[in-house]
Antibody
Framework: EVQLVESGGGLVKPGGSLRLSCAASGFTFSSYSMNWVRQAPGKGLEWVSSISSSSSYIYYADSVKGRFTISRDNAKNSLYLQMNSLRAEDTAVYYC??????????????WGQGTLVTVSS | EIVLTQSPATLSLSPGERATLSCRASQSVSSYLAWYQQKPGQAPRLLIYDASNRATGIPARFSGSGSGTDFTLTISSLEPEDFAVYYCQQRSNWLFTFGPGTKVDIK
């Protein structure tokens, strides 16, 4: 069974840093690109970042570029998101999601339960 | 950036009724579109990918159609567990965007 378990969320002051982790199991982690998607309280979904299976390709949403860093450790079956210079608008539940390759494009087929990040003074 | 809009924002229906949800893209996304279902307190679940393919384990009452800029998610006969928020999503040049969502609630 595919499982994605996020951790590392919490309360942080504006300008602070936080590192999220996602532990993967039930599939060959090193064969899949992975993603972070967030959801502000009561709002919709926002893609944050993606990383290819070997970390060769990394992409960010403009809203986090230069502040967030995605990484992975295939030996530990883990995905990470280092978040620096946090702002109030970064407050959200952060989901780890696996990339699914359809016939013509890419989507998210498995999601973790999410970890809440609150940025407030 | 491709913007997705969804309509209506809220759809109030009774169990057994047919639900028709719309997603429109600001420019063509070919068939590169997915639909997700999200229930309160839960992560999203992939329903439809490549506009019309059901994901693994998704009941046949869910169907997707469309291409280019206009897409539709149809739930043929609403079950009690189908009342949720539905999002469309596309990928263009490794930038993913979601629509704002359509809430299907009980009339």
């Amino acid at each position: 069974e595919v499982q994605l378990v996020e951790s590392g969320g919490g309360l942080v002051k504006p300008g602070g840093s936080l590192r999220l982790s996602c532990a993967a199991s039930g599939f060959t982690f090193s064969s899949y690109s992975m993603n972070w998607v967030r959801q502000a309280p009561g709002k919709g979904l926002e893609w944050v970042s993606s990383i290819s299976s070997s970390s060769s390709y990394i992409y960010y949403a403009d809203s986090v570029k230069g502040r967030f860093t995605i990484s992975r450790d295939n030996a530990k079956n883990s995905l990470y998101l280092q978040m620096n210079s946090l702002r109030a608008e970064d407050t959200a539940v952060y989901y780890c999601a696996r990339t699914f390759r359809g016939l013509v494009s890419y989507y998210f087929d498995y999601w973790g339960q999410g970890t809440l990040v609150t940025v407030s003074s | 950036e491709i913007v997705l809009t969804q309509s209506p924002a809220t759809l109030s229906l009774s169990p057994g009724e047919r639900a028709t949800l719309s997603c429109r893209a600001s420019q063509s996304v070919s068939s590169y579109l997915a639909w997700y279902q999200q229930k309160p307190g839960q992560a999203p679940r992939l329903l439809i990918y490549d506009a019309s393919n059901r994901a693994t384990g998704i009941p046949a009452r869910f169907s997707g159609s469309g291409s280019g800029t206009d897409f539709t998610l149809t739930i043929s006969s609403l079950e009690p567990e189908d009342f949720a928020v539905y999002y469309c999503q596309q990928r263009s040049n490794w930038l993913f965007t979601f629509g704002p969502g359509t809430k299907v609630d009980i009339k």
